[in-house]
C-alpha cells in the first residue's frame, strides 16, 4: 500500500508498507526501528514491538524471511547491509543501569545468525549502542557508543 507524504522540506514523497497498530497483524509492519534496502526490491526491517526481522519486498509488503529474535536479544537498536553479510546491533540489559551492546552478523539472504561479537566488560564493551554504518571501501564498523561517549570502530 503506497500514499503520499510531506517531507519537512514540501518535497511530495511516498509511503510504502504502511502498518497499522494492531501486534496481531503479522501482515502489516509493527513498530518498525530500522530498514537496509537491498537494492533489489526488498528490505530487511527490524520490528521492534515484535522483535522480528522481517526480508520484506517493499512493492506489496509480501513478508518474503521472517526471523523471530525474542530470544536472541533483549533490544534491537539498528541494521546495514555489508556485501553477503546482514550487521544487526542490539543490546542486553546487565542491570536497569547499564546496558551492553553486540553486533549479530547474519547471512543477508536468509537472516540466519552466522556469528555476534561484542562485549558486557565496561571498559572496552559498547554501554547502549544506539545505530552502526560500515564504511564501504575499508569494511570497517563504526558504532555510536552513546554510554563510552564514543565512535567505535570494528574490523570487517
Not at 555489508?82 to 544487526?88: H, I, R, S
Not at 546491533?89 to 551492546?101: A, Q, S, T, V
Not at 552478523?105 to 565496561?122: I, W
Amino acid at each position: 500500500m503506497s500514499s503520499q507524504s510531506v517531507s519537512p522540506l514540501g518535497d511530495i514523497g511516498e509511503v510504502l508498507c504502511r502498518g497499522e497498530n494492531n501486534y496481531h497483524d503479522h501482515s502489516r509492519l509493527y513498530c518498525p526501528r530500522a530498514a537496509a534496502l537491498r537494492g533489489d526490491g526488498t528490505a530487511w526491517v527490524l520490528e521492534d514491538a515484535r522483535d522480528t526481522l522481517t526480508l520484506l519486498r517493499l512493492e506489496n509488503q509480501e513478508r518474503l524471511v521472517e526471523v523471530v529474535l525474542k530470544n536472541d536479544w533483549h533490544d534491537p537498536m539498528d541494521l546495514v547491509l555489508a556485501g553477503d553479510a546482514l550487521l544487526v546491533l542490539c543490546d542486553y540489559p546487565k542491570n536497569e543501569d547499564e546496558w551492553f551492546g553486540t553486533i549479530q552478523v547474519r547471512d543477508a539472504a536468509t537472516g540466519a545468525l552466522r556469528f555476534e561479537f561484542g562485549s558486557q566488560n565496561p571498559e572496552d564493551g559498547l554501554r547502549c549502542p544506539s545505530s552502526l554504518a560500515v564504511h564501504e571501501k575499508s569494511g570497517l564498523v563504526y558504532v555510536a557508543d552513546t554510554f563510552n561517549h564514543a565512535v567505535q570502530v570494528f574490523p570487517a
